[in-house]
């Protein structure tokens, strides 16, 4: 996976940088903000940005909020000391995918990163373009698992393995092989 870290510590940057690309990570690292952003929002490829909200020039927290103006579809995984309660909503709301608290276990930080490649994976499903972005597969799964959903309409909706017998489904949910068709 390519990942851009963001981190103004430079003795760990160093040290996360030579462990994820032993776990076979390309890694870009950046010592601020502005640089990170600039990075994120130019690099081809970028995947996953591992960010620190710390940073010496703006705070991780805008970091995230700008590459999400910019249209940065990469995860961005916040990973600080910060660890209250409204921290950790502040973060996700700037635009995280996920929130890891400093110090953490190498293995959480690695497990973290191949479950926000698993995502990923997922949204690009079978290929096919012009799919609702928004929806977590979680939620496909629980769907196909017989909780009902209602459409805005107030209208019932199933989830079923593959396309309906009568045609093509009404909705694609993102993930391959799974379609909503109406009840």
């Not at 890891?100 to 949204?123: G, Y």
Request: aromatic letters at 4%.
């Amino acid at each position: 996976m390519h990942l851009l870290l963001v981190e103004d510590d430079q003795r760990l940057a160093r040290v996360l940088r030579r462990l994820l690309e032993d776990d076979r990570h390309v890694v870009e690292v950046a010592h601020d903000g502005e640089t990170g952003v600039g990075i994120a929002n130019s690099a081809a490829g970028i995947e996953v940005v591992v960010l620190d909200v710390g940073l010496p020039d703006i705070s991780g927290l805008e970091v995230a909020r700008r590459v999400r103006k910019a249209g940065g579809e990469m995860a961005i995984l916040m990973l600080t000391a910060r660890d209250t309660v409204n921290d950790r909503v502040t973060g996700l709301d700037a635009g995280a995918d996920d929130y890891l608290v400093k110090p953490f276990a190498f293995e959480e930080l690695s497990a973290r990163l191949r479950a926000l490649a698993r995502r990923r994976a997922c949204r690009r499903g079978s290929g096919r373009r012009n799919r609702p972005r928004a929806l977590d597969c979680e939620v496909d799964r629980r769907a196909a698992r017989g909780l009902d959903r209602r459409d805005q309409s107030g209208g019932r909706w199933r989830a079923i393995r593959g396309p309906p017998a009568g045609g093509l489904a009404r909705v694609d949910l993102g993930c391959p092989g799974w379609f909503v068709a109406p009840r």
